[in-house]
């Protein structure tokens, strides 16, 4: 059975003001002056705000929405706050920040072209799922384990260079590639685990960026990840 409008719609703005809450707290703090280390604990704050306000406004089922998204939110604020601090540490800040926002993109692009089949997992957060254990988590411990080797080793390898203004154009061509592909597809692809399911009333799509790729949501991915 499909949900209705007044089941996902205020989902949708939920998970919007609980992520862009603490982002834009951190970023008026970071403006004003204030030390990295404030400006997190204030946007962490927004966590207890958000619950709070969905409570208040007498959505119980947006509870877990809200601070998942919050959270993310929080996350991606520590991420610019690193950013903003050392040359140093600015690539890991747009990797944190990416990662983050990527997330929540997956509910928000979900919510919009394909709301009927909205729910937590529409984060992925919990995708590659493989009995007992997550094949991305592990994939995301891996990589900041060779980040941090890599860091210690070869420190001037991690510095803000020509490479990674290369690696943002493609995390930000990669991001864009794929929620085009949930635009045009639509209700045609449901994400299961960060895989694609098949349905029988689903239609095949050719159009958009179908046109250039059998597999766009997983061009996208590809190309984010590298």
């Given at each position: 059975m499909?949900?209705?409008r007044a089941d996902w719609l205020p989902e949708l703005w939920v998970s919007v003001g609980s992520y862009f809450s603490p982002v834009i707290v951190a970023c008026l703090l970071l403006l004003s002056g204030q030390s990295g280390l404030r400006v997190v604990v204030?946007?962490?704050s927004q966590?207890?705000?958000a619950i709070a306000g969905v409570k208040c406004a007498r959505l119980p089922g947006c509870v877990l929405v809200a601070a998942i998204a919050c959270v993310l939110g929080i996350v991606s604020s520590a991420g610019i706050c690193l950013m903003c601090s050392d040359n140093e540490l600015f690539c890991v800040g747009a990797y944190i920040t990416a990662l983050s926002f990527f997330h929540f993109s997956e509910y928000f692009t979900t919510a919009m072209w394909n709301?009927?089949?909205?729910s937590l997992d529409s984060f992925i957060l919990n995708h590659s799922r493989v009995i007992v254990?997550?094949?991305y988590?592990?994939?995301v411990v891996a990589s900041s384990i060779e980040y941090g080797l890599e860091?210690?080793?070869?420190?001037?390898?991690?510095?803000?260079?020509?490479?990674?203004r290369v690696g943002l154009v493609l995390v930000v061509c990669g991001q864009l590639f794929r929620q085009l592909a949930m635009f045009a597809a639509r209700s045609?692809?449901?994400?299961?685990?960060?895989?694609i399911r098949s349905y029988k009333e689903e239609k095949l799509v050719t159009w958009g960026v179908y046109a250039l790729s059998r597999h766009p949501s997983y061009v996208g991915w590809f190309y984010w990840s590298i």
């Open positions: 499909g949900r209705t204030f946007a962490s966590l207890l705000v709301p009927h089949r909205l254990y997550s094949v988590h592990i994939a860091s210690w080793l070869f420190p001037q390898m991690k510095l803000f260079s020509i490479f990674s045609n692809i449901s994400e299961s685990h960060f895989g």
